[in-house]
């Protein structure tokens, strides 16, 4: 049932100042709905999106992202991530979504939402040393990226025209991030901008580290990777890297060598450039799943999957 407009607004009023990041997922965008995955478990009432964070933190299995609902007081926990073609636009730029509207979370990585932006359009926004990526299948797959250089911010753009999100990896913040002519509500069109602010400091931010790695040792977890990530195993050496194996295209599923120090049989994954028929550079992984959009001469595509 529904809660009257009046109740969602003060929900929404007292919740604005920590939205972006609850309890260790980070805030993704605005969405019309909350897409789930095969095997994932039944949405359920529940009060605040941090009584949903945990709640999805801890499943025996736990989900990578989830969504909340104000309007609906609807948690939904899921392996799945938005597609720029559900997000709305929300009501500022600091991450805050209509009442009815999904509230999209993911797994917190090392840098916190800093808002929503409309002028980080070109590298020179960005300053020297900036690397722009690909336009990639999930948010997700920008942060991987990006982890592999010294940056001080992450952004991305959805686009409903490509269907995909738009990776710019920065060395410094954008010029004019502080400027409110700049901001833009959240939504299709803006840049996600994700950035320590001038009151974050490195001592906060090794804080927040502590406090998550103190909230898994209560838990007797061991985490060798961010929620979401897999630990998987470095072929010939006692190491292993971490991999998102939702989408990384040459470890799609699972682990190709194992998952490092498990006790348990775990999935396998595939490298989705080796099957057969599909066009050069013309195949992603989604949702752990190969999934192709050409083929080659000769195949049919079929459910993704190129056929003789």
């Known amino acids: 049932m529904l809660r009257s407009t009046s109740h969602v607004l003060s929900i929404l009023l007292l919740l604005t100042a920590f939205i972006s990041v609850v309890n260790g997922y980070e805030f993704l965008g605005c969405e019309s709905q909350a897409p789930q995955g095969e095997g994932d478990p039944e949405p359920v009432t529940l009060d605040t999106p941090s009584d949903c964070a945990d709640y999805c933190s801890g499943l025996e299995t736990p989900t990578p992202y989830f969504y909340y609902s104000f309007g609906q007081a609807s948690c939904v926990c899921s392996t799945v991530a938005a597609t720029p073609s559900i997000y709305t636009t929300g009501t500022d730029n600091k991450g805050t979504c209509a009442a009815n509207d999904y509230n999209q979370y993911k797994a917190q990585s090392d840098i916190p939402f800093y808002g929503c932006f409309t002028n980080a359009d070109s590298r020179s926004d960005f300053g020297s040393g900036t690397v722009e990526g690909d336009y990639l299948a999930t948010p997700a797959q920008c942060f991987d990226r990006c982890a592999g250089y010294s940056y001080d911010q992450v952004a991305f753009q959805p686009s409903t025209t490509v269907g995909q999100f ?55 977890v061991v985490e060798y990777c961010p929620t979401g990530m897999k630990a998987c195993n470095v072929q010939g050496y006692d190491s292993y890297e971490c991999i998102n194996t939702a989408s990384e295209l040459e470890a799609c599923g699972g682990c190709m060598d194992g998952e490092y120090k498990s006790q348990s049989n775990t999935t396998t994954g595939v490298d989705c450039t080796t099957l057969p028929g599909i066009a050069f550079g013309a195949v992603t992984c989604y949702n752990s799943k190969c999934e192709a959009y050409a083929c080659k001469k000769g195949y049919t595509l079929v459910d993704g999957i190129c056929e003789l």
């Open 166 to 220: 738009y990776c710019v990896c920065a060395q410094n913040r954008l010029t004019d991030v502080d400027s409110t002519a700049s901001q833009a509500n959240c939504g299709v069109g803006a840049f996600f901008v994700y950035a320590e602010g001038p009151e974050s400091t490195a001592s906060q931010v090794d804080r927040r580290r502590l406090r998550e790695r103190l909230r898994l040792a209560k838990k007797g």
